[in-house]
């Protein structure tokens, strides 16, 4: 079975400052899909970034950037320049081609000021 | 505007009823899902359905039930032989066909649960 890791229960950041959120997951499939997903306090689960394993170059929204590691199958979050409607549960999440998500435990971020 | 709707925000139950939480959405997606979130943990897949009068469970589906009438709804039913049923409920739902992968979940804002 697939399994997804968030090694990091809890972090900080200074406003303004780049942090790294990490995320590990074990499959023996080649293709698939990897999310990053953020839920804020009022609990709406956000899609923050999607990367396809098959696609070497690393996604990029705005101020969200992954580093997919294929072969080490790692797959980080980097958030620069953080504000404070970052802070947020973000959620790593694995998905096969015609499977269901499977979804890490979460990793709580705070911006601070 | 699109998007998936979720009713009521919060609900309250007594032990032994039964109680049916609303997911609707209008993105005209196929594949519509349950997920059951508990504090401090993430979501756990409660069941799912990938076209209408069709679904499967997922991994803890022992004590709820979904029906699949029409495209846009697909509700589920907390039954009394749920045993720990308070937690917080997400419906999602995505865009795939049965000869392709499914695509990004969009998420509804959730029902909080709470049996008294």
């Known amino acids: 079975a697939q399994t997804v890791t968030q090694s990091q229960p809890e972090m900080s950041v200074q406003e303004a400052e780049t942090v790294t959120l990490s995320c590990t997951y074990d499959t023996s499939e080649n293709n698939y899909y990897l999310f990053w997903y953020k839920q804020p306090p009022s609990r709406q689960m956000i899609l923050v970034i999607r990367q396809e394993a098959y696609k070497q170059q690393n996604a990029t929204e705005n101020r969200f950037s992954v580093n997919f590691q294929k072969a080490a199958k790692s797959f980080s979050l980097k958030i620069s320049d953080s504000q404070l409607g970052d802070t947020a549960m973000y959620f790593c999440a694995f998905m096969n081609y015609g499977q269901n998500f499977v979804f890490g435990p979460g990793t709580r971020l705070s911006v601070l000021p | 505007d699109g998007g998936i709707t979720q009713s009521p925000k919060y609900l309250f139950r007594k032990e032994g009823q039964n109680v049916t939480l609303s997911c609707e959405q209008n993105l005209n997606h196929d594949a519509m899902y349950w997920y059951r979130q508990d504090p401090g943990q993430g979501l756990r897949l409660i069941y799912y359905?990938?076209?209408?009068?069709?679904?499967q469970k997922g991994d803890i589906a022992e004590g709820y039930s979904v029906s699949r009438e029409k495209k846009e709804s697909f509700p589920l039913t907390v039954t009394s032989a749920q045993k720990n049923p308070t937690a917080f409920y997400l419906c999602a739902s995505s865009e795939t066909t049965l000869s392709t992968s499914t695509d990004t979940q969009y998420f509804g804002p959730g029902t909080r649960l709470t049996v008294l």
């Open positions: 359905s990938q076209i209408v009068n069709d679904f």
